[in-house]
């Protein structure tokens, strides 16, 4: 058979990917994945034990004051939730795109419009990619550009749309804080071969203002793990990062890092000594 996988989305929006022998050894590997929202706001993933009270007000914050989270963790770590979360601190009256493989994304505002990628036909035609939603996203007059998750050379789009004033929040598959911004910088790579380092570096590191990394517990407690914030500065084709929040001894506690544009916060009339106090 000329297409041994297949990819579909179910009625009630799990996704299914199916492989065939001889693909695989002997059967069909038939695979369901289910998303579950546990939580709907940051008040909620509070009580749930994944963020701090201090954290999420941080957080909380961030997001009404326009700064560009990227949040990562591994798989099923419990990313998309977390952004929906995050999503809803968005403030009301913000134009919202959303841009998915698969429609995850629940944003509680009233002017959202919610995009997702579509797989080519038996022929081969028809395929919308990711990176063509995040293009197509620039012409729809947004507010804020919301990616449910980047793995591949729409990464670039992405980043431009950023560092051109427009805040976003992305997903990202990563070990840690620190990776996923290694990440971000690799990503654009594969967009082609006259994209390099010197620019792409600079960007990422102008562009992303604070990482959100998530884990799981060994006793599958997800958890907000570190808030890494980016102060804009790059040396070496090394971006500088700082702690805001990190783990110790269990506990998400407040770091020694600064966050990045204090100024943003108090134009959105938040104490920032006092969101981090």
Known sequence: MSTPFVDATMPDGSRLHVVIPDITRRHMAVN?????????????????????????????????????????????????????????????????????EVFELRVPLPDVVAMQTRQPNLEGAGEIPLRRLVKEALRMRPSRIVVGEVRQEECLDLLIALNSGLPGMCTLHANSAREAVVKMCTLPLLAGENIGTAFVVPTVAASIDLVVHVGTDPSGQRRVREIVALPGRAEGGVIETADVFTTRDGRLVRADGYPPHPDRFAARGFDLAGLLA
């Open 32 to 100: 369901i994945r289910k998303f579950v929202l546990q939580a709907h706001s940051l008040d909620e993933l509070i009580a749930l034990g994944t963020i701090t009270v201090q954290a999420a007000r941080f957080l909380e914050a961030a997001i009404a004051a326009g700064l560009n989270v990227l949040v990562s963790g591994g798989t099923q770590a419990g990313k998309t939730t977390l952004l929906n979360c995050l999503c809803a601190a968005i403030p009301a009256q913000e134009r919202v795109i959303t841009c998915e």
